[in-house]
Each structure stands twice: as C-alpha cells, then as structure tokens.
Nanobody
C-alpha cells in the first residue's frame, strides 16, 4: 500500500509564512510528480503547486511569487514554502503523488492539513 502524509499546517497571521511537507511511502516503484491542491468550503478544489521529477513546476496564478514548491526525490517528499500569506489562502491543503506501484499508475492523496491565515 501507499501512504501520503502531510504536515506543517496551522494558524498564521496575514503576511506570515508556513512550510508544508508531504512524504509518500510504501510500495512505490517510482514517483513522477508531487503537488498540492487546496479546498475551502463552498469552493472547488484547486491546484496550488506541482513539481515533476524533471524539475518542472506549475503554480496557480494566485500564489505565484509567494509560494515555492520543491521536492526531495530520494525521500519522496515535497515541500510547499508559503510566504506573504493572505486570509484568502485559508484552506485545507491536500498533497498528492503521481506514482507507479505494483498495482499500476495512479494518484495517491493525503488526508489534508489545515492552513488558517487570520489575525
């Protein structure tokens, strides 16, 4: 089985920073991308940032210049450094890993971590 576990969420004041981490483990043959989505109540889940094994990154327009995604391939871990946080960044952040295992290729999701930006 595959596990994807996020950490690092919490409460931060506007303008502050947080760093999220996410590790994938288990019966993994290879990971070719990891990333983060977020969801707020009443809104559709949206892509925040993604990192491919080739080193390509993709960001939502709303976070460009403020968030940075990076990946440690040897540890199957992806990070999301979030700076200049705004109240509208408040959401549950979900990590995913696009991977292959003995069962084939799929996207595995974490359970999510809450990020709250409030004074």
């Amino acid at each position: 089985q595959v596990q994807v576990v996020e950490s690092g969420g919490g409460l931060v004041q506007p303008g502050g920073s947080l760093r999220l981490s996410c590790a994938a483990s288990g019966s993994i043959s290879s990971i070719y991308a990891m990333g983060w989505d977020r969801q707020t109540p009443g809104k559709q889940r949206e892509l925040v940032a993604a990192f491919t094994k080739g080193g390509f990154t993709n960001y939502a327009d709303s976070v460009k210049g403020r968030f940075t995604v990076s990946m440690n391939n040897t540890k199957n871990t992806v990070y999301l450094q979030m700076n200049s946080l705004k109240p509208e960044d408040t959401a549950v952040f979900y990590c995913y890993a696009d991977l292959t295992s003995e069962y084939g290729s799929r996207r595995a999701w974490g359970r999510g971590t809450q990020v709250t930006v409030s004074s």
